[in-house]
């Protein structure tokens, strides 16, 4: 007796621990959901950038950022961070975590995040996740002013080849257009672009045909830089004076008409 009776203990005990272990293994249907949701959050960098701009007497930036939206929680733990100073250039970093893509968040909306500098700001520049680039130099205060392809201080209207690649990339044309130049003074500029079409091939020998679309491009000097005002491909200076008759005679009466490819 007393030995079946140690026996029906050991066997209680046992089934004990296994129904305690089958009680952990098992897991509901909303454990399960809630475990596969928390997991699909991840790290994410903004849309985009919309501003930035100092607080606290410049020792903070506040930077303007689209992110993600819809009918569900789309973001959480945004995050403005100073990464470091180099060279007398502010890094920032702006990041949050959203959902995958099949979330439903695809819409879009507007946040505001704080970044901490330590000191003021000053006349350093920013840049925001390595590639937005914002100067308080000629801002408005206290929002900053952001940088384009030229950089933070493009170079004033001059007839020089590094002045008439600045009006090239200002002008709503593809990338990697060539130009000629047609005609320039302090005021005025006359660049003819061409832009190559068609796939990319080698020497028409082999059998390779390629084309190309001409334009003829007027510009007028602004502070900060050649700023494009018209096209016309026409000889002389009959067919830009219908649009333009400012421009002077000496720099269109010798334009020949545009080879347009």
């Not at 569900?72 to 733990?77: E, G, Y």
């Not at 893509?101 to 000191?119: I, M």
């Not at 830089?225 to 400012?246: F, M, Q, S, Y």
Request: with cysteine; hydrophobic share 35%.
């Amino acid at each position: 007796m007393w030995q079946r009776g140690i026996r029906a203990v050991v066997l209680g005990a046992a089934l004990v621990v296994l129904a305690g272990c089958g009680s952990k293994t098992a897991k509901t249907d909303e454990e399960v959901t809630g475990a596969a949701t928390a997991a699909a959050w991840t790290l994410a960098a903004p849309i985009r950038i919309d501003g930035v701009r100092t607080a606290d007497g410049g020792l903070s930036l506040v930077v303007d950022a689209a992110v993600p939206d819809g009918a569900r929680d789309c973001v959480r733990s945004l995050r403005g961070v100073l990464d470091t100073v180099e060279h007398g250039t502010i890094y920032a970093k702006v990041t949050y975590e959203t959902p995958d893509q099949d979330s439903g968040c695809t819409g879009t909306r507007r946040v505001k995040a704080t970044v901490k500098l330590g000191e003021p700001l000053g006349s350093r520049r920013v840049v925001v996740n390595s590639l937005d680039v914002y100067t308080p130099v000629g801002a408005t205060p206290p929002a900053l002013r952001q940088c384009g392809e030229n950089g933070c201080d493009p170079t004033p209207p001059r007839c020089t080849s590094s002045s008439y690649g600045q009006a090239v990339n200002d002008t709503d044309i593809p990338k990697h257009t060539s130009w000629e130049e047609r005609g320039c003074d302090d005021t005025w500029l006359v660049l003819d672009l061409s832009t190559r079409m068609g796939p990319a091939c080698g020497d028409a020998g082999d059998g390779c045909s390629s084309s190309h679309v001409s334009q003829r491009w007027f510009y007028r000097a602004e502070s900060s830089g050649w700023r494009p005002v018209a096209t016309n491909g026409d000889a002389g200076c009959a067919g830009i004076h219908k649009v333009l008759p400012e421009v002077p005679e000496h720099l269109c009466a010798s334009l020949s008409r545009l080879d347009r490819g």
